[in-house]
């Protein structure tokens, strides 16, 4: 079955970076796009970025251009986001998300969430 | 960049009960427009994509409508596994959710 694996929580100081990673199974990697989205304590989605894990093409929500870097890692089918200059603001649950078949930026599988908290 | 705005924030209801969810976009997207839902401490759902069609699994009691800037998802006959957080997304030129709505038990 298709499984998205996210790493650990994280405690970050102001100003540092953050890399969440995400391992998929379940299906061929290159062949679905990689969405993020995040979630602020007791708030909304939102909507970060998609990569393309075919040709890694990158589109990048306005909020976090020039923050933000998605990768992957075909090798081991994982994909990765990295946010620098981490703000109090940025603790949230980030999510992966396997693109659908009917659009690249819906999604239907999802990891199971990765916690940051950033505190001084 | 086009918004989504989600109506009510927070909808109290009980079992059986009917209600009625809705997200309007502030340019037309189409049916390019998603609902998922949400349970504490746990992941979204997709429940509907292209504004009407179910995804597999999904019960019948919840249905999705409309198209350009106005869409609605109907939950029928509400059951206890129901109340949760409804999230519309609108995914043409990249993406972007409502606010959600907090469905409760009255």
Redesign the interface.
């Known amino acids: 079955q298709i499984q998205l694996v996210q790493s650990g929580t994280e405690v970050k100081k102001p100003g540092a970076s953050v890399k969440v990673s995400c391992k998929a199974s379940g299906y061929t990697f290159s062949s679905y796009g990689i ?1 993020w ?1 995040r979630q602020a304590p007791g708030q ?4 970060m970025g ?1 990569i393309s894990t075919y040709n890694g093409h990158r ?1 990048y ?2 909020n976090f251009q020039g923050r933000m870097t998605m990768t992957t890692e075909t090798a081991t089918s994982t994909a990765y986001m990295e946010l620098r200059s981490l703000r109090p603001d940025d603790t949230a649950v980030y ?1 992966c ?1 396997r693109e ?1 078949l ?7 599988d ?4 990765t916690l940051v908290t950033v505190s001084s | 960049d086009i918004q989504m705005t989600q109506s009510p924030s927070t909808l109290s209801a009980s079992v059986g009960d009917t209600v009625i969810i809705t997200c309007r976009a502030s340019q037309s997207i189409n049916s390019w427009l998603a609902w998922y839902q949400q349970k504490p401490g746990k992941a979204p759902k997709l429940l509907i994509q292209k504004a009407s069609t179910l995804e597999s699994g999904v019960p019948s009691r919840f249905s999705g409508r409309g198209s350009g800037t106005e869409f609605t998802l109907t939950i029928s006959s509400l059951q206890p596994d129901d109340f949760a957080t409804y999230y519309c997304q609108r995914y043409n030129s990249f993406s972007f959710f409502g606010q959600g709505t907090k469905l409760e038990i009255k």
């Open positions: 969405g989205v909304g989605l939102e909507w998609w589109n929500a306005q999510y998300a659908s009917f659009g690249y930026y819906l999604f239907a999802w990891g199971q969430g």
